[in-house]
């Protein structure tokens, strides 16, 4: 993966660079040592390290005007940083950056069940916001995999989606308004606890830019009240196209479940293998899962119920017991770890038009004999967000670059079908480069200028989202 | 009035333009400062050009009528999330609205609390930028975290920073079963409470209105339900119980098409159809509401008001060339329907603070460098 030569003046005034840091910051909120910078090297796509110059740990809003305006007058990039559990990328470092964490600033600021919202400094972590309401019956909907680490900062970066966004929306459709500083230092309130812009949508534009715009520092999102219950259906199917179909036939019914998920022969086998969850050997099988009131939810199954039978499923399990429907999710739940036993994987996240998902997974089957590798499917399946596991082996040579190779071959063929290369986890460096494959290059020029106008020297998070090629001379120029 | 009958020509009209532009869907609403500028109509781009019932989802010309999208959804049982209200009685005009005008102004009704706004409906879109060049952003799938989110920040940019070619939405079955439990006699703060107990109980609440003067001329609050029969059944009796302690007369209305007929008298602000005065548009946080309403009743005793979203988002009609944006704290008001004395002399939208403003200043410029796209509209 190419990133920038590092700016050589950058790096040699780095004493100067830590010494003004610290100044703004208590001591220990500023690691400069190389043995701890190197905690920094990566995040969750760890096939990629390289230890910034410096990080820092602010605890407040206060404390990252301090920190970005440093970083501004003495022209570093910075590349902010919530839980690094980024799977593109997106909080990869330079050797020539500071990495800015926001692991320190995890306050509840503002609770109000009435107005339906919480106020929360970003770096708590996703999990944590709806820990704080639990107790009152709510919850923050927007529930990624990585829930339990991930911060609200990473969530809002990326916009992350989660299992139950076919029903509650991703994080953009959650988040009613931020507090965000620019590089320069200066402070933005936009949003709140009303609804809907006054002016331009700029939380639209922050939402998704990749800690590209601003550091996000606190977030209002919307709260909502747990649903009295919720129960999944599992149904086994012996082709994929007939799992497909079956999905399709669920949202034109007019039911509208909280999740769909989707799993192949080659994730149903090593999930069965790793967690023992009993699922059917079959060659697809879909988890449906509803909510509501016992009686809401068994109208809902049974609706649900008499759709899956019109495609002679091999399988129906219904759950009748909070112990059976977590064995159904079991197996989903640990799929990620199962595949991971077998061998080192990728997992790409290229999201389709849902009834593009047939001829899709048998492209992408073949493509795995082409490749000569193994690939498990286990997907959100009403949104059309795909998540290939692509099986390879890190310490035989070659293999890295050729499971990559196969990775841009599927995310090209999601956006042949209709689709796009990313639907929850965001460009980062990891799709970087495919980006001219979605967007003709004035698309890419029109988005490049928005950073222009939030960030004009390009020095936030400034290698990633857009081709190096094409960021290159804005890069160049504010250099 | 230019009436271009494709992307291209669009793209040629803007490019070769000298003068300034006003973007024009359907012409149902004359907003913003009069502008004696070109108008630059897009009804000709119009047709579905895809709709996939079982993926949710619709591409359309900007120009579409939103009638002809319904329909096409109706056929299907699906429609628009987010209940798009239609100006035309409120201002008095006519014209054939567009989903373009409605994705440009971001125009969300009832449904807006629990399905969100037009924007969060809002997919992908084709637009063409001040500069003439044919650009797109987004797509037609429902997760797309895809470079910026630039069609969050086109939809309500009300025409000033592209003119939108073609629209993808994310779209939603229509609910087999509706209800609306009804509050008599509540006063503002009572339906604003009544309003936040609903919509923070697992009843999933679609809309949530309060008319402090209804069709009978006595207080009514709203509150709507829809899904399966039996999930309507079971939640009107929940919220039944729940809201008994507001001591208001209940009362529950099933009947489907009386239930539409409500809701749309919300959506369209028919309490102020027909009438003298100017009405603003206010968005604020729900608890607020009544606070801000007292406030503007202050020196506007006359003032009439609707309060939808839970209190959110309320609906003032007052008297001819009144501002009432003192009264608003966090939040914003859109002055809707004035004469054109007042539309030359208020705001009509809210002023930013200067920071914002330069920002957004500085956003426009890129997006329509020669400054000719609806100048002036917005700030």
Not at chain 1, 118 to 139: C, H, P, W, Y
Not at chain 2, 206 to 229: F, K, N
Request: charge should be negative.
């Amino acid at each position: 993966m190419d990133m920038p030569t590092p700016n050589p003046e950058v790096l040699a005034k780095k004493a100067r660079i830590v010494a003004r840091l610290q100044e703004v910051l208590p001591a220990d909120a500023v690691i400069s040592d190389e043995a701890e910078t190197r905690a920094y090297e990566c995040d969750a796509l760890t096939a990629y390290r390289c230890p910034p110059l410096a990080a820092v740990l602010p605890a407040s809003t206060e404390e990252v005007v301090a920190v970005l305006k440093v970083c501004h007058e003495e022209d570093v990039p910075v590349v902010p940083r919530g839980a690094g559990t980024s799977l593109a990328g997106g909080s990869m470092p330079t050797a020539d950056s500071i990495i800015l964490g926001v692991a320190r600033m995890t306050e509840v600021l503002e609770t109000d069940y009435e107005n339906r919202f919480i106020r929360v400094q970003t770096g708590r972590t996703n999990l944590s916001v709806s820990g704080a309401v639990e107790e009152d019956g709510f919850f923050y909907a927007p529930d990624p995999s990585s829930q339990l680490a991930c911060a609200i900062a990473g969530n809002i970066a990326m916009n992350s989606g989660g299992a139950h966004c076919l029903k509650y929306g991703v994080t953009t459709n959650n988040l009613m308004g931020v507090t965000m500083v620019t590089m320069e230092g200066e402070v933005f309130e936009i949003g709140g606890a009303h609804l809907d812009a006054g002016g331009l949508d700029l939380l639209g534009v922050i939402c998704g830019s990749e800690g590209q715009l601003g550091v996000v520092t606190e977030a209002t999102l919307r709260i909502l009240h747990k649903p009295e219950g919720a129960r999944p259906v599992l149904m086994g199917f012996d082709s994929n196209e007939v799992a497909g179909q079956c999905v399709s036939d669920i949202i034109k019914s007019g039911i509208l479940p909280v999740a769909i998920e989707f799993m192949d022969r080659p994730c149903i086998r090593a999930t069965e293998a790793f967690a023992g969850a009993g699922y059917p050997d079959c060659e697809a099988l879909l988890i449906v899962e509803v909510e509501g009131s016992d009686q809401e939810i068994e109208a809902q199954l049974e609706r649900i119920l008499a759709i899956a039978r019109t495609h002679n499923p091999v399988e129906l399990r219904e759950s009748t017991s909070a112990e059976e429907s977590a064995r159904i999710w079991l197996g989903r739940k640990s799929a990620f770890g199962a595949m991971g036993q077998i061998n080192d994987y990728m997992c790409l996240d290229g999201t389709i038009p849902v009834s593009q998902l047939p001829y899709v997974l048998r492209r992408i089957g073949e493509l795995s004999k082409d490749y000569g590798l193994d690939v498990g499917n286990v997907f959100h399946a009403g949104d059309g967000n795909m998540h290939p596991l692509i099986l390879f082996d890190a310490n035989k040579p070659g293999d890295l670059e050729r499971c990559e190779a196969f990775g841009a071959d599927i995310l090209r063929l999601c956006v042949e079908v209709g689709g796009c290369l990313t639907g929850e986890h965001g460009v980062g460096i990891e799709k970087r480069d495919l980006m001219v494959d979605q967007y003709a290059p004035e698309d890419l020029d029109i988005q490049m200028a928005v950073k222009d106008v939030f960030d004009p020297k390009w020095l936030l998070n400034p290698a990633k989202v857009f081709p190096l090629a094409a960021s290159e001379p804005r890069r160049m120029a504010a250099e | 009035m230019m009436t271009p009958a494709n992307e291209a020509a669009l793209a040629e009209i803007v490019a070769g333009a000298q003068t300034a532009l006003r973007i024009q869907g359907g012409g149902t609403r004359a907003i913003g400062a009069p502008s004696d500028a070109t108008v630059l109509s897009t009804s000709a781009l119009s047709g579905v050009t895809l709709y996939e019932p079982g993926a949710l989802t619709i591409v359309a010309g900007a120009g579409t009528p939103i009638a002809e999208i319904e329909a096409t959804l109706a056929a299907e049982g699906q429609r628009l999330a987010f209940e798009p209200m239609d100006h035309r009685g409120l201002l008095g005009t006519d014209g054939v609205p567009t989903i373009g005008g409605a994705v440009a102004a971001n125009v969300s009704g009832p449904r807006r609390i629990q399905a969100g706004a037009c924007r969060d409906s809002l997919l992908g879109v084709r637009f063409v930028d001040g500069a003439g060049r044919v650009l797109k952003n987004g797509g037609r799938v429902m997760k797309n975290v895809t470079g910026y989110d630039l069609v969050k920040l086109m939809g309500g940019s009300w025409g000033t920073l592209g003119v939108l070619s073609e629209v993808s939405l994310k779209v939603q079955a229509v609910s087999e079963a509706v209800g609306c439990v009804l509050l008599h006699g509540l006063d503002d703060q009572q339906a604003v409470k009544a309003m936040s107990a609903a919509l923070g109980s697992p009843s999933d609440v679609s809309g949530a209105a309060h008319a402090p003067v209804g069709v009978d001329g006595t207080p009514v609050t709203m509150i709507r339900i829809e899904g399966l029969e039996a999930s309507v059944a079971y939640r009107v009796e929940k919220l039944t119980a729940l809201l008994a302690d507001f001591g208001a007369e209940v009362v529950v209305e099933r009947d489907a098409e009386k239930v539409a007929a409500g809701w749309s008298w919300v959506r369209d602000v028919a309490l102020f159809q027909g009438g003298t005065g100017d009405v603003w548009r206010l968005s604020v946080k729900p608890t607020d509401g009544p606070g801000v309403v007292a406030a503007i009743k202050q020196s506007q005793p006359e003032a009439q008001v609707l309060y939808d979203w839970g209190g959110g988002l309320i609906w003032v009609q007052v008297s001819e060339g009144s501002d009432v944006r003192a009264a608003v704290g966090q939040g914003h008001a859109t002055l809707i329907r004035a004469a054109e004395a007042t539309r030359a002399r208020v705001p009509v939208f809210h002023p930013e603070p200067a920071a914002l403003a330069n920002l957004s200043a500085r956003l426009r410029k890129k997006f329509d460098p020669r400054g000719i796209l609806n100048p002036g509209l917005m700030g």
